[in-house]
């Protein structure tokens, strides 16, 4: 079963963005992973702040986007995100 990681993000500054934006999509690719959206939101209801950006990314399953996040290569490119932006990040299992 599908499994998707989102992710809401507040960019304070983009000085982080060049490096991460080269790294990150081959460690998705390399657990199965595909990038499904990358924008910002339109908010159709509610009043609550809307982030910078949302992003969706779609694993073949629930193990396969936890190898991701877990993956040792993950973890100095999440430091250095950490850097610049705020993410509030779910994973969820697909239908």
Do not use: C
């Not at 993956?71 to 697909?94: C, S």
């Amino acid at each position: 079963m599908a499994a998707y990681a989102i992710g809401s993000m507040t960019v304070n500054n983009t000085d982080w963005q060049k490096e991460y934006g080269e790294k990150m999509p081959a460690l998705i690719q390399r657990h199965g992973g595909r990038v499904l959206a990358r924008a910002p939101a339109t908010q159709l209801e509610g009043s609550a702040a809307l982030p910078t950006v949302v992003v969706m990314i779609e694993f073949p399953s629930t193990a396969q986007a936890q190898a991701w996040y877990d993956d040792p290569e993950h973890q100095p490119l999440k430091q250095l995100r950490g850097t610049g932006a705020n993410l509030e990040m779910l994973l969820v299992n697909g239908l």
